[in-house]
Nanobody
Framework: QVQLEESGGGLVQPGGSLRLSCSAS????????MAWYRQAPGKQRELVAA???????NYADSVKGRFTISRDNAKNTVYLQMNSLKPEDTAVYYC?????????WGQGTQVTVSS
């Protein structure tokens, strides 16, 4: 059973930084795509950033230049470095993994940007 576990969320002031991590267990296969999604209260879940196993990345326009996604293929771990955080970045952040064309999700980690 593939499991994704996020860590690194919390409360940060506007302009601050956080780093999220997500580790996959239960698979020996290199996960093709790993990504971060977020869902704010009353809004739909949206893609924040994605990275495939070759290192190709994709970002939502709202986070370009502020967030950086990276991964360690050997550890099946993905990271999200979030800088210059804004109140509108407040959401539950979910880790996503595509393992042999099946979708897997983490439980989510809360990120709150507030003074």
């Amino acid at each position: 059973q593939v499991q994704l576990e996020e860590s690194g969320g919390g409360l940060v002031q506007p302009g601050g930084s956080l780093r999220l991590s997500c580790s996959a267990s239960g698979t020996r296969v290199s996960i093709y795509v790993m990504a971060w999604y977020r869902q704010a209260p009353g809004k739909q879940r949206e893609l924040v950033a994605a990275i495939n196993k070759f290192g190709t990345t994709n970002y939502a326009d709202s986070v370009k230049g502020r967030f950086t996604i990276s991964r360690d293929n050997a550890k099946n771990t993905v990271y999200l470095q979030m800088n210059s955080l804004k109140p509108e970045d407040t959401a539950v952040y979910y880790c996503y993994g595509d393992v042999l064309s099946r979708d897997y999700w983490g439980q989510g980690t809360q990120v709150t940007v507030s003074s």
